[in-house]
């Protein structure tokens, strides 16, 4: 099993950036993929990007393209979500998931097998 914790949310205004952390452990050591999603309230979960834990290669979500980046620290067991340029619509609680399963990155929020509890991020306009 692998437990994460979610940080560094908050209030931001609209143009602005935060950087989102997610601190694992537990069985780390069996990470494949890490993945950010997010959900607004009243609309579903929707994937924002996602890492391969051992080779750094990412997706990100269109939506998120040129202004969201991920990245992690293996030796510290830390996944990060740089969010710049953030719009109001970027307003969800974001949540990071983990899977020890390999395969192709995928948006499928069922493919991910481990969750953190999540961190608000409000964009103001």
């Known amino acids: 099993q692998v437990l994460l914790v979610e940080s560094g949310g908050g209030l931001v205004q609209a143009g602005g950036s935060l950087r989102l952390s997610c601190a694992a452990s537990?069985?780390?050591?069996?990470?494949?993929?890490m993945a950010w999603f997010r959900q607004a309230l009243g609309r579903e979960l929707e994937f924002v990007a996602g890492?391969?834990?051992?080779?750094?290669?990412?997706s990100h979500a269109d939506s998120v393209k040129g202004r969201f980046t991920i990245s992690r620290d293996n030796a510290k067991n830390m996944a990060y979500l740089q969010m710049n340029s953030l719009k109001p619509d970027d307003t969800a609680v974001y949540y990071c998931?983990?899977?020890?399963?390999?395969?192709?990155?995928?948006?499928?929020?069922?493919?991910?097998?481990?969750w953190g509890q999540g961190t608000q991020v409000t964009v103001s306009s």
């Open positions: 890492i391969y834990w051992s080779s750094g290669s990412t």
């Open positions: 537990g069985r780390t050591f069996d990470i494949v993929r």
């Open positions: 998931a983990t899977t020890p399963r390999g395969g192709l990155m995928t948006a499928a929020a069922g493919s991910y097998d481990f």
